[in-house]
């Protein structure tokens, strides 16, 4: 190692390590306590985190989804699309109306 110059002073200077200085922490703790201190705020984290998730998670299966369906592809054309639809109320059909009789000008610009 001292023939392939690995103990030669750099011709760059020392490296820029930063302050050098130990920080000295402000609590002094076992090992086991410190352990404790983490495990508790990751405790408080994860229940943070949890705040916001729904109580019923367990109903989702219960919404109708069908692994079979996903692998079931039909060939379908614009009949089998609009015979589906069913507006819920006036509102719902007084905008898909829009919707339609806009995408309509639009297409004849």
Same mark, same amino acid.
């Given at each position: 190692?001292?023939? !392939?110059?690995?103990? &030669?002073?750099?011709?760059?200077?020392?490296?820029?390590?930063?302050?050098?200085?130990?920080?000295?922490? @402000?609590?002094?703790?076992?090992?086991?306590?410190?352990? !404790?201190?983490?495990?508790?705020?990751?405790?408080?984290?994860?229940?943070?985190?949890?705040? /916001?998730?729904?109580? $019923?998670? &367990?109903?989702?299966?219960? @919404?109708?989804?069908?692994?079979?369906?996903?692998?079931?592809?039909?060939?379908?054309?614009? @009949?089998?699309? @609009? !015979?589906?639809?069913? !507006?819920?109320?006036?509102?719902?059909?007084?905008?898909?109306?829009?919707?339609?009789?806009?995408?309509? /000008?639009?297409? $004849?610009?």
């Amino acid at each position: 190692m001292h023939d !392939a110059g690995w103990f &030669d002073k750099s011709p760059n200077g020392p490296p820029d390590v930063g302050d050098l200085i130990p920080v000295v922490p @402000t609590q002094l703790q076992s090992g086991k306590d410190w352990t !404790a201190v983490v495990q508790r705020k990751q405790q408080e984290l994860v229940d943070e985190r949890c705040k /916001n998730i729904p109580d $019923n998670i &367990d109903a989702i299966n219960e @919404t109708g989804y069908d692994p079979e369906s996903l692998a079931e592809v039909k060939i379908v054309d614009k @009949t089998y699309l @609009t !015979a589906k639809f069913k !507006a819920k109320n006036r509102r719902d059909l007084s905008i898909s109306l829009q919707t339609m009789l806009q995408q309509k /000008n639009l297409n $004849n610009l």
